[in-house]
């Protein structure tokens, strides 16, 4: 009897290990990826480029997050990822969207920042940020959260301006610029075109190309330095929302 | 017969991990929440993050690591000292970085589980939200999270702790929890003032009792915003104090401009110990404190109208502040652990 036993739980694992294996997958494996560009060539962090009377500017940091993305066919039917955000930086600007049902699509849409229901403590979702696990975009590791104000930081854009081109960024009078947008009112939502016709067990991703220059046309840096608005008064506030509102215009999206 | 009796001393020794697992959970569950003083309320607590001795152990070591500061130059307790009831004596204190500076005063952090809401400006609902936030703040301990629990995660008290507290492996979601429980139970209640109430009529002496009386009257007026147990309605209001840095207190979150200027009120016990004053610290003393009441403050456009001059004299003044520093505790902070943490 001894002997029957081991092999016998040896075959029942073996069973139930066969009736687990997955059939073939149905969907598609999706992410997402930004690929920055400033005059018209992959964005160079740390590198000068010219900005106006003499001057030149810096890029320092472009860490930002995506959510609430969703996909939609001719038909109008979507299929959505909510609540499921990344934050995307330098070096790690591709993420994982989800799995994908079959279809063609037409449209991508994409948010720029936390959603209003997650974002504060007055959301409806909303919990200690901490809850998330440290891995989660919406931890406060990834060092986007106003521990003090309860909400998310939707983005960061950091550099520096020389202000006289002498080739020093850290000259008296030259500036350090820090546009942190981060309230319910600066969450922006928007849609692409983008022609789509995912396979089953594929993977693919979505290429988001980011121009920098039509990112930041509408912002002055050298009048307002510093954008860290966490309400929705004053010119910090105005300067930020220049910022977000081009998200839609600066961002296009391919296949690769 | 062998492996039977193998079979047999796993299934015992199956047995008695379980029990001492369950007395373990057991004990984290039912140790009485502290009070303070029987005439206070319990202090409020979330249901999800209960008091229990464990708890509150593990928030101490954390509160006490400077491992969890960037150069392990800083723990909690280098800004909010027990000595000083848990506030710091400089107006601004130093973070990890050393230059780097946070641009309010450090409150004190005794009875702070009764505050409805955190921060001078009130955007934090709670301790659980906000316990790790200094951890990350560049101008404080500067350190990212995921750095600060790795550092903890491999030792072996923090290991235990975090088992029989939480009943899981240390993460950065029971760290907060931790820290929030040892905060809530911060509790001071050992003053004078507190023995003058419970019928010791001589535990204040006639100077604080004169001091007391000024406090409460119409014409001071300084009970009607320090009210209650703890000395603060939890209220906003500008008390005329001229604007420095640029910081605009409550607007910074509402963007109101009749909320410009306007700070939480703070809680008086323990004041004497906790100089600098104001939300900037910038009065070293309680005397400059009672010289700005007793001015009326500046002109400042949302000063609420019951500041203004109070027209005391000296003697008025000195009582005034002999009652405020019969609040102090009388009871001097014991750790609850022996912190080899501190390294």
């Not at chain 1, 005059?39 to 480029?49: D, P, R, W």
């Not at chain 1, 010219?50 to 969703?70: A, C, D, E, H, T």
């Not at chain 2, 400077?66 to 848990?86: I, N, Q």
């Not at chain 2, 009130?122 to 939200?129: A, K, N, Q, R």
Request: some cysteine.
């Amino acid at each position: 009897m001894k002997k029957l036993f081991i092999p016998g739980i040896l075959l029942s694992l073996a069973f139930f290990t066969e009736c687990k294996k997955p059939a073939g997958k149905d969907t598609a494996s999706c992410a997402i990826e930004f690929r920055p560009v400033y005059n018209k060539a992959a964005l160079k962090f740390n590198h000068s480029y010219p900005y106006g009377n003499n001057r030149s500017i810096q890029f320092s940091l472009l860490k930002f997050y995506v959510g609430n993305m969703f996909f939609e066919q001719g038909d109008g039917s979507r299929q959505s990822f909510t609540d499921q955000y990344l934050v995307l930086e330098e070096g790690r600007y591709k993420g994982s969207i989800g799995e994908l049902k079959p279809g063609t699509y037409v449209k991508a849409g994409i948010s720029y920042g936390v959603n209003e229901n997650l974002n504060t403590q007055s959301g409806a979702d909303a919990r200690p940020a901490t809850d998330y696990p440290a891995e989660n975009a919406l931890n406060p590791s990834a060092d986007m959260y106003w521990g003090w104000a309860q909400g998310y930081i939707f983005m960061k854009l950091e550099g520096r301006i020389d202000m006289d081109g002498n080739g020093s960024f850290a000259d008296a009078g030259d500036l350090l610029v820090s546009y942190h947008p981060g309230n319910d009112a600066l969450y922006r939502s928007f849609e692409y075109n983008l022609n789509f016709t995912p396979e089953a067990g594929k993977e693919y991703t979505v290429i988001a190309d980011l121009d920098l220059n039509t990112l930041i046309a509408n912002c002055d840096f050298v009048a307002v330095q510093f954008a860290h608005p966490t309400n929705t008064s004053g010119n910090q506030f105005i300067a930020a929302k220049n910022l977000v509102d081009q998200w839609g215009n600066a961002v296009s999206l391919s296949l690769q | 017969m062998g492996q039977c009796r193998i079979a047999q001393s796993a299934i015992a020794g199956c047995l008695l991990l379980l029990c001492l697992y369950c007395s373990c959970s057991r004990r984290a569950q039912t140790a009485a929440a502290p009070q303070a003083l029987s005439a206070w309320p319990p202090v409020p607590e979330p249901y999800y993050n209960t008091y229990s001795a464990d708890r509150f152990r593990l928030g101490e070591m954390l509160f006490f690591d400077k491992r969890l500061s960037s150069g392990t130059a800083v723990s909690c307790a280098s800004c909010h000292k027990p000595e000083l009831a848990f506030a710091d004596k400089v107006a601004v204190s130093a973070g990890a970085a050393g230059s780097s500076f946070g641009f309010r005063n450090s409150p004190t952090l005794l009875n702070i589980g009764y505050a409805p809401y955190l921060m001078a400006e009130g955007g934090v609902p709670s301790l659980e939200h906000f316990s790790v936030a200094p951890l990350q703040d560049h101008a404080e301990m500067n350190q990212n999270l995921k750095t600060s629990l790795a550092r903890i995660a491999q030792d072996t008290a923090y290991l235990r702790l975090f088992r029989t507290a939480y009943d899981t492996l240390p993460s950065i979601k029971y760290m907060a929890r931790a820290l929030a429980v040892y905060q809530r139970y911060l509790l001071s209640s050992g003053s004078r003032y507190d023995a003058f109430l419970q019928g010791r009529t001589n535990a204040l002496s006639e100077k604080e009792k004169r001091g007391m009386t000024l406090f409460y009257s119409a014409a001071t007026g300084c009970g009607e915003c320090h009210s209650g147990f703890l000395f603060s309605d939890f209220g906003f209001y500008d008390i005329g104090l001229e604007t420095k840095d640029n910081d605009p207190g409550k607007w910074r979150l509402s963007g109101k401009e009749e909320d410009r200027n306007r700070f939480k009120t703070p809680m008086l016990r323990n004041v004497a110990r906790t100089a600098p004053y104001m939300h900037d610290g910038r009065f070293a003393t309680l005397e400059q404190v009672m010289q700005h009441y007793n001015s009326g403050g500046h002109n400042t456009p949302n000063r609420d109208p019951r500041i203004k001059p109070l027209q005391l004299d000296a003697s008025g003044m000195e009582d005034l502040i002999a009652f405020m520093q019969s609040l102090n505790d009388t009871l001097p902070y014991k750790k609850s652990i022996s912190l080899n943490t501190e390294k």
